[in-house]
């Protein structure tokens, strides 16, 4: 039972630092983007104004904005006056813009590699190419969406890739200049902040994985420490039970023993005492069968149960479970039907026919009189399932979760005196041979127990 624990709360622990991880590394692979992003943008759109002064068209606002915000950044103050440029853009006066902007004494070349990296492309309406003389042949064909979309709207700007697979931002603006309609389209090659970003994701893997290594470790360590006082107290409790088990029992039998020999030797006439040893006897049995089932269960918890793993043949165990059993429906007025037996299992004999015993007799207990409990078994691929189906009030919703619970019992599903352990040894002497035990149930139709175990034919 701990070690399930334990790996289940190491994986937790995992989890959430795994998640912390992906949180921390993926917030830094994106804000890198990100600024890599914005940082291009308005390279594009600061060229973009300086090629708006220079061909003397006034200044959209947001390039206006990008511009103030190109210097500022850095640090730097606007050639000439901030407001000037502002106030040329806003008044409409173009040849004061230009003017500013040609008085810069340090010009583009001044500028960090952000901007050489951006190439111009002059296009007509139609998003041609416009040679002018000593230009060379543009390195990338036009991209003609993004031609339409500023015709359309007056800007554009995306990311598109080239023939070489590198990816690459593109600016396009509309202008008019004299009545003629043209295009210019600015771009830069995202390659190298393509392989930064590579660099950043590898490195982020990298120490991603030994962070994993180690935090799997030290969850393991740290799981293990916070179970240990658990697990020493739940030992020391199943150690408890064991042994006050054996010690009852030889009590026990004792005390049945003497009131067996005083029942006898009673005279036939003395009802009263005789009623009251007979009592001392029954509970002697009861207690007896409960101290036997707290063994079975702390054996069961301690993995020291040793279960024997060999070919069943249902069709003769069903059959013997049925005489055994027989006689006990019929004193209650129950049908014990055997439908469709077939099929062998790999298991325990002596645990197999104790599980079917306890569920047997929780249907016939809940089933009333001229009711029917069913016995079948099928194959079922690599495994065998063997039902057993009754007649009875059924189980509520709110019970059934609890069913194979210790000591859970409730008037619906558990009555008449039962030690509530049944159901949780027959679970846990399944689960010992590797099989499945589930329950269903709806109150007035009846219950439905299913066990699935390996069939003789598929491998354990």
Same mark, same amino acid.
């Given at each position: 039972?701990?070690?399930?624990?334990?790996?289940?709360?190491?994986?937790?622990?995992?989890?959430?630092?795994?998640?912390?991880?992906?949180?921390?590394?993926?917030?830094?692979?994106?804000?890198?983007?990100?600024?890599?992003?914005?940082?291009?943008? @308005?390279?594009?759109?600061?060229?973009?104004?300086?090629?708006?002064?220079?061909?003397?068209?006034?200044?959209?606002?947001?390039?206006?904005? =990008?511009?103030?915000?190109?210097?500022?950044?850095?640090?730097?103050?606007?050639?000439?006056?901030?407001?000037? %440029? %502002?106030?040329?853009?806003?008044?409409?006066?173009?040849?004061?813009?230009?003017?500013?902007?040609?008085?810069?004494?340090?010009?583009?070349?001044?500028?960090? &590699?952000?901007? =050489?990296?951006?190439?111009?492309?002059?296009?007509?309406?139609?998003?041609?190419?416009?040679?002018?003389?000593?230009?060379?042949?543009?390195?990338?064909?036009?991209?003609?969406?993004?031609?339409?979309?500023?015709?359309?709207?007056?800007?554009?700007?995306?990311?598109?890739?080239?023939?070489?697979?590198?990816?690459?931002?593109?600016?396009?603006?509309?202008?008019?200049?004299?009545?003629?309609?043209?295009?210019?389209?600015?771009?830069?090659?995202?390659?190298?902040?393509? *392989?930064?970003?590579?660099?950043?994701?590898?490195?982020?893997?990298?120490?991603? &994985?030994?962070?994993?290594?180690?935090?799997?470790?030290?969850?393991?360590?740290?799981?293990?420490?916070?179970?240990?006082?658990?697990?020493?107290?739940?030992? *020391?409790?199943?150690?408890?039970?064991?042994?006050?088990?054996?010690?009852?029992?030889?009590?026990?039998? @004792?005390?049945?023993?003497?009131?067996?020999?005083?029942?006898?030797?009673?005279?036939?006439?003395?009802?009263? *005492?005789?009623?009251? @040893?007979?009592?001392?006897?029954?509970?002697?049995?009861?207690?007896?069968?409960?101290?036997?089932?707290?063994?079975?269960?702390?054996?069961?918890?301690?993995?020291?149960?040793?279960?024997?793993?060999?070919?069943?043949?249902?069709?003769?165990?069903?059959?013997?479970?049925? *005489?055994?059993?027989?006689?006990?429906?019929?004193?209650?007025?129950?049908?014990?039907?055997?439908?469709?037996?077939?099929?062998?299992?790999?298991?325990?004999?002596?645990?197999?026919?104790?599980?079917?015993?306890?569920?047997?007799?929780?249907?016939?207990?809940?089933?009333?009189? &001229?009711?029917?409990?069913?016995?079948? =078994?099928?194959?079922?691929?690599?495994?065998?399932?063997?039902?057993?189906?009754?007649?009875?009030?059924?189980?509520?919703?709110?019970?059934?979760?609890?069913?194979?619970?210790?000591?859970?019992?409730?008037?619906?599903?558990?009555?008449?005196?039962?030690?509530?352990?049944?159901?949780?040894?027959?679970?846990?002497?399944?689960?010992?041979?590797?099989?499945?035990?589930?329950? =269903?149930?709806?109150?007035?139709?009846?219950?439905?127990?299913?066990?699935?175990?390996?069939?003789?034919?598929?491998?354990?």
């Amino acid at each position: 039972m701990f070690r399930g624990l334990h790996v289940r709360l190491t994986l937790l622990y995992l989890l959430a630092a795994l998640a912390l991880i992906v949180l921390i590394g993926g917030g830094a692979y994106w804000l890198v983007g990100s600024y890599f992003r914005t940082t291009t943008d @308005l390279a594009l759109q600061h060229r973009m104004a300086h090629e708006f002064v220079r061909l003397g068209v006034r200044l959209p606002p947001e390039l206006t904005a =990008a511009d103030v915000a190109w210097y500022t950044n850095r640090g730097q103050l606007l050639p000439n006056q901030p407001s000037t %440029v %502002v106030s040329a853009a806003n008044t409409g006066d173009d040849q004061t813009n230009a003017e500013n902007h040609s008085d810069d004494p340090r010009g583009e070349e001044a500028f960090d &590699g952000e901007l =050489a990296a951006i190439f111009v492309l002059p296009l007509d309406a139609e998003g041609v190419w416009i040679a002018t003389p000593g230009a060379s042949t543009p390195a990338i064909v036009p991209n003609r969406s993004a031609t339409v979309t500023a015709l359309a709207h007056g800007s554009d700007i995306r990311t598109d890739y080239i023939r070489n697979g590198s990816r690459v931002r593109l600016l396009t603006y509309r202008i008019e200049m004299s009545g003629e309609l043209r295009l210019v389209q600015m771009g830069r090659t995202l390659a190298d902040q393509d *392989r930064v970003l590579r660099k950043l994701l590898i490195g982020l893997l990298g120490l991603g &994985g030994a962070s994993v290594l180690c935090l799997s470790v030290s969850s393991w360590w740290l799981t293990g420490r916070s179970l240990r006082p658990a697990q020493e107290s739940w030992e *020391r409790q199943q150690t408890f039970v064991a042994n006050a088990s054996h010690e009852l029992r030889t009590p026990l039998t @004792l005390m049945r023993a003497s009131a067996e020999v005083a029942l006898r030797s009673l005279p036939a006439d003395d009802a009263d *005492r005789r009623e009251l @040893l007979g009592d001392v006897v029954h509970e002697s049995d009861h207690m007896s069968r409960l101290v036997a089932e707290l063994l079975l269960l702390s054996r069961l918890d301690a993995g020291q149960l040793t279960v024997e793993r060999q070919t069943i043949v249902l069709p003769e165990l069903l059959s013997d479970v049925q *005489r055994q059993l027989g006689r006990l429906a019929d004193e209650r007025g129950v049908r014990l039907v055997i439908g469709l037996m077939s099929g062998a299992v790999q298991g325990d004999p002596t645990c197999l026919r104790q599980v079917l015993l306890i569920v047997l007799d929780n249907a016939l207990h809940h089933t009333p009189p &001229g009711g029917e409990v069913r016995l079948e =078994a099928c194959a079922r691929g690599r495994h065998v399932e063997i039902m057993i189906a009754d007649t009875g009030g059924g189980i509520t919703p709110e019970h059934l979760p609890h069913v194979f619970e210790r000591f859970y019992r409730a008037d619906s599903a558990h009555s008449g005196g039962g030690s509530g352990l049944g159901l949780s040894i027959a679970k846990g002497l399944i689960e010992a041979q590797h099989g499945q035990i589930t329950i =269903a149930s709806q109150p007035g139709q009846g219950t439905r127990v299913t066990v699935i175990l390996p069939s003789a034919r598929a491998p354990a």
